[in-house]
């Protein structure tokens, strides 16, 4: 005699499994780098793209997308070094499991000279002196732009100038007013910008006139007859002949 025995066989959910590991990876700065990551995970129950991922840590200069079983980690911009990350699979019954623990390392790589969209207006006041840094025209993101100038030398403005900051003064001579014309330029490893400048000195002073008159001397009843423009001048006018 013998009685017969039903066994069930329960379903449990199987979480997912991590089948290959995340090796660090090295990208170049400015690039993205995308996985797809039903190479790395499996599961019994649920296709690839029904597993929900997720990053088990934030991890700054870094922006990551995760659309199905696709993730892409996106550095800021002109950004290098690395971050460490973790991957989580967590499947329809919530089931979840992490990754190894694997670096992305953003390796440098020289940038371009960039010309920014502030214009050079290089305008002062008689007798006054105006400052600029060239670093506001041209813009370098690793910060080894060498800045340059190149004017033919003349006796109305002096440039004083800063190669490594880009700091540049000018300095009209006094009661000079006009226009003078200079090249500013910045270099890096990579590129070179250059830009031809008008340096416009108005007149908004009324510069006293100067007298240089010395004594003069003649004889009893005789006279003497001077022209005044020449001991006499005026920054702001000339005198008729």
């Known amino acids: 005699m013998s009685n017969r025995i039903v066994l069930e066989v329960l379903s449990i959910n199987d979480i997912p499994q991590q089948i290959n590991t995340l090796s660090n990876i090295i990208i170049n700065e400015d690039n993205n780098l995308s996985l797809n990551l039903s190479y790395y995970f499996r599961d019994v129950e649920d296709s690839s793209t029904e597993l929900i991922y997720s990053l088990n840590r934030s991890q700054a200069n870094f922006t990551v997308n995760i659309t199905g079983d696709n993730i892409t980690f996106i550095p800021d911009e002109n950004w290098y070094g690395f971050g460490i990350f973790g991957i989580n699979a967590t499947d329809s019954n919530g089931g979840s499991s992490y990754s190894n623990k694997f670096n992305i390392y953003v390796d440098s790589v020289p940038d371009d000279l960039v010309r920014t969209n502030v214009s050079f207006n290089i305008t002062m006041d008689e007798n006054d002196q105006l400052s600029i840094n060239l670093s506001d ?50 270099e890096d490893t990579t590129s070179v910008m250059s830009e031809n400048v008008s340096i416009t000195v108005t007149n908004i002073l009324n510069d006293p006139p100067i007298v240089s008159l010395t004594n003069i001397t003649f004889n009893e009843d005789e006279s003497v007859i001077i022209n005044l423009s020449d001991y006499i001048t005026d920054p702001d006018n000339i005198w008729d002949d």
């Open 137 to 186: 025209y041209f813009y370098d993101a690793d910060g080894n732009a060498v800045y340059n100038s190149n004017y033919t030398p003349n006796y109305n403005v002096e440039v004083q100038m800063n190669h490594l900051t880009g700091r540049i003064t000018f300095i009209p001579e006094t009661g000079w007013i006009g226009v003078e014309y200079i090249n500013l330029s910045a």
